[in-house]
C-alpha cells in the first residue's frame, strides 16, 4: 500500500502517494535444527510471567532507569507532530552532484494525488528545467527524516537521506603513493576501452541464479559440481597488468543506447 504525503513548497501544498522503488529479490533461508531439520522458531516472551506475548499486546517504552520505563503510544507520537512534520517540506534547492552517495539510504516513487496533479507537474517540470534537486524533512513513524526529491522525465524520486551524525567517517586515511605518467595513461586507455552507457536490464544477480539452480539440484537429488573458472595469471607489475587488461577488451564495443545509435545513423546519412 502506498503511503499518504504532501510535498509543501512555500505556501504551495502537493499532496502526493509514496510507492517503494525497489525490491529484495534475495533467497531467503530458515533456521533449522541439525538432528532433525525442524524448524527453529523465535518467542516474544515477557520476563515477569515468562508467558509468550502477541504483537497486538506489545507497546513501546522508554528505559529512563534501570527496569523503570515511560510508555510511548502512537498517539502520542502524532500529539508532538507539527503541520511540518506531517509533510515534505522543502528546505531549499541544490545540485544533485552535491550530495555524496553515502548519504542515501532508500528510495520511492512520487506520485500526485487527486487534485494535486497541476501542482506536481509544475514543481516536477521548473526543477527539471533548472536542474535542481530539493532537500526536505518529514517525520516518518517517530523519526524525523531527510529527504531528497528529485525529478525526473516520468515523474519524481524521493530519497531517503542518512543525517551526517549518522555517516561513519573514513576508518584510516591511506598513504597516496605517486602515480607514473604511464600507468596513468594506460589506465586512462582501459577505462576507455571498457566505456558504455548503463543499461540496468543488461545486469542480472548470476549468485542468486546459480543458487536457485543449487536448491533444485539439492531437491531432485542430484549432485552439486562446482563452476569452472579460469585461474588469472600471477601478474605482479602494474603496466603488465594494464596491458593485459587492455589486450581482452574487444575493438568492437556494445552499442550504448538506442538514442546513441539513432544519432550516428543520422550523421551518416
Known amino acids: 500500500m502506498p503511503t499518504k504525503s504532501a510535498i509543501s513548497f512555500s505556501l504551495l501544498h502537493v499532496p502526493i502517494s509514496l510507492h517503494t522503488a525497489t525490491t529484495d529479490n534475495d533467497i531467503r533461508f530458515n533456521q533449522l535444527c541439525e538432528k532433525n531439520n525442524s524448524r527453529v522458531r523465535y518467542k516474544k516472551v515477557c520476563s515477569q510471567c515468562n508467558k509468550e506475548v502477541n504483537n497486538a499486546d506489545i507497546i513501546k517504552g522508554f528505559e529512563y532507569e534501570k527496569d523503570k520505563?515511560?510508555?510511548?503510544?502512537d498517539d502520542d507520537f502524532e500529539t508532538i507532530k507539527t503541520e511540518k512534520d506531517r509533510t515534505m517540506h522543502i528546505l531549499h534547492f541544490a545540485n544533485l552532484d552535491e550530495i555524496n552517495p553515502v548519504y542515501y539510504e532508500k528510495t520511492y516513487h512520487a506520485t500526485p494525488e487527486k487534485g494535486g496533479e497541476k501542482a506536481f507537474e509544475l514543481l516536477r517540470s521548473a526543477m527539471m528545467e533548472l536542474q535542481q534537486i530539493a532537500i526536505?524533512?518529514?517525520v516518518l513513524g517517530s523519526k524525523e527524516t531527510l529527504l531528497a526529491l528529485v525529478p525526473r522525465e516520468d515523474g519524481m524520486l524521493v530519497?531517503?537521506?542518512f543525517f551526517d551524525d549518522e555517516v561513519k567517517e573514513l576508518p584510516q586515511n591511506y598513504t597516496k603513493p605517486k602515480v607514473v605518467?604511464?600507468?596513468?595513461?594506460?589506465a586512462k586507455q582501459l577505462i576507455t576501452a571498457m566505456g558504455q552507457s548503463f543499461q540496468p536490464e543488461e545486469h542480472?544477480?548470476?549468485?542468486?541464479e546459480r543458487l536457485r539452480e543449487l536448491i533444485e539440484n539439492k531437491i531432485a537429488g542430484k549432485e552439486i559440481v562446482a563452476p569452472n573458472e579460469e585461474?588469472?595469471?600471477n601478474v605482479i607489475d602494474i603496466m603488465d597488468a594494464l596491458q593485459a587488461s587492455l589486450n581482452q577488451q574487444t575493438k568492437p564495443k556494445k552499442s550504448t543506447s538506442k538514442k546513441t545509435a539513432t544519432a550516428k545513423?543520422?550523421?551518416a546519412s
Open 69 to 73: 520505563y515511560v510508555v510511548v503510544t
Open 136 to 138: 526536505a524533512k518529514t
Open 159 to 161: 530519497q531517503i537521506l
Open 181 to 186: 605518467k604511464a600507468e596513468l595513461e594506460m
Open 204 to 208: 542480472k544477480d548470476e549468485y542468486q
Open 231 to 233: 585461474t588469472p595469471d
Open 265 to 267: 545513423k543520422k550523421e
